[in-house]
């Protein structure tokens, strides 16, 4: 690997670490059944509304040209994967599983995004590769089956977390495409400003009615700030300079970074099990970071 992809790959870890967090504090912010705090409507979009504030003054700041003609179709795409469809999933879902459960679903993302990554890229990855990325996803899918209590199938909470994976896919896909020909700070900022008109009503609408705990209120506030904004400023650039099937695969620590912060932070439990599946997910990740990512001849799928 070169220069540029050690820095691509190092940021992708920072962007990792800092999406970790965002399950736990996400259970922080939405509770139990037993102990409902926020709405995961609101969680998803009242987060949307306060970076995209954020994101106006930094367009500002930094005076950010208007997006062109051709970004506005890939733009609408990464808002609709990253500001709507993986907040607003996840944060339903994250009323009805543990963060520890919810973790290993995130394990399916790295080959999801590695797919998007491959057909938008025009990256042709090695079988070698493929063998790691799917080996990888296995293991955590089958960590989640496991901790599934043995029912031998997913719960609907699982669906809507796979769902989510998907849409996250999809927005990481296109914003590390816009990545490469516009500042990976002003991607995620024009996805969250253009989406406003729709996030700021309705996360209106949704808000809370009742006093809630402090906890809750941090938890939302991490979101907001970290996970849907400071996050993608080092998750895009490292995956414009890394390229998105290599850099993707980082993302197969992001399961167990956030079960161990979910330790901690909501009392959850880490058994011997759950860090076996670590070392032997994280090996995957080491492997397949060296295999080949060549450039295909085939055109690249198009918006």
Not at 74 to 100: D, E, K, N, Y
Not at 223 to 233: D, L, N, T, Y
Request: net charge positive.
């Amino acid at each position: 690997m070169n220069n540029k992809e050690v820095r691509g790959l190092w940021l992708g870890l920072l962007g990792v670490t800092i999406f970790a967090l965002t399950l736990p504090m996400t259970r922080l912010a939405v509770g139990t059944p037993e102990s409902p705090q926020m709405s995961g409507v609101f969680i998803a979009l009242g987060r949307a509304v306060v970076a995209a504030a954020l994101s106006a003054v930094f367009l500002l700041a930094t005076r950010a040209p208007w997006p062109k003609r051709e970004e506005w179709m890939p733009l609408v795409l990464t808002s609709a994967g990253v500001v709507f469809g993986f907040p607003l999933l996840t944060s339903i879902a994250m009323r009805h599983v543990q963060a520890v459960h919810a973790s290993v679903i995130v394990g399916v993302l790295p080959l999801a995004t590695a797919a998007v990554g491959a057909l938008l890229h025009r990256q042709r990855p090695s079988p070698a590769f493929w063998v790691c990325a799917v080996a990888g996803s296995a293991l955590v899918v089958a960590f989640a089956m496991l901790k599934a209590g043995g029912t031998g199938g997913l719960h609907l909470a699982d669906l809507l977390l796979l769902g989510a994976m998907v849409c996250a896919a999809v927005g990481y896909g296109y914003g590390a495409r816009l990545s490469q020909r516009m500042r990976a700070e002003h991607v995620i900022c024009w996805a969250l400003v253009m989406a406003l008109p729709l996030t700021l009503p309705l996360s209106v609408l949704s808000r809370p009615q009742a006093a809630l705990p402090a906890s809750a209120w941090w938890g939302f506030a991490y979101v907001a700030v970290f996970s849907m904004w400071i996050g993608f400023f080092a998750w895009y650039r490292g995956l414009a300079l890394g390229g998105t099937v290599r850099v993707s695969q980082v993302q197969l620590v992001q399961p167990f970074l956030s079960m161990l912060f979910a330790v901690p932070l909501l009392g959850e439990r880490l058994d011997a099990m759950t860090l076996a599946f670590a070392l032997a997910v994280i090996a995957t990740v080491f492997i397949g970071k060296k295999m080949p990512v060549n450039l295909s001849t085939s055109p690249a799928l198009k918006p």
